[in-house]
């Protein structure tokens, strides 16, 4: 409400929190291929065979993606874009949103 205070309209649009950027402790940004191989490596020690196989694939999916989109770096990633991802999959609502949720949450 107080964003609409400030602008002086009930129209215009409140702006999506943006999330902070994807560095390491260091300070160093972190590459889309880093992190995605150091997801999968945590992930082999600890998941079924079955499960890391699902990862891994729908991980390749999101790997080439962000190559399309002429993204490097995890940082690049916006709202927008994850929209389009989940769109872009070609599969049921349910499924999508389910295959959302595996890139949000890693398996315990």
Not at 2 to 23: C, L, M, N
């Amino acid at each position: 409400m107080a964003h609409w205070e400030r602008a002086g309209s009930w129209d215009e649009e409140i702006p999506a929190p943006q999330p902070p950027p994807a560095v390491e402790p260091n300070g160093k940004r972190i590459t889309i291929e880093r992190a995605t191989k150091a997801f999968l490596a945590e992930l082999r020690e600890t998941a079924a065979f079955a499960t890391h196989k699902k990862y891994r694939l729908l991980l390749k999916r999101f790997e080439e993606f962000s190559d399309r989109l002429g993204y490097v770096m995890t940082d690049q990633w916006e709202p927008a874009d994850v929209r389009q991802f989940r769109s872009a999959s070609g599969v049921s609502p349910a499924t999508a949103v389910r295959r959302m949720a595996m890139l949000l949450t890693p398996p315990r």
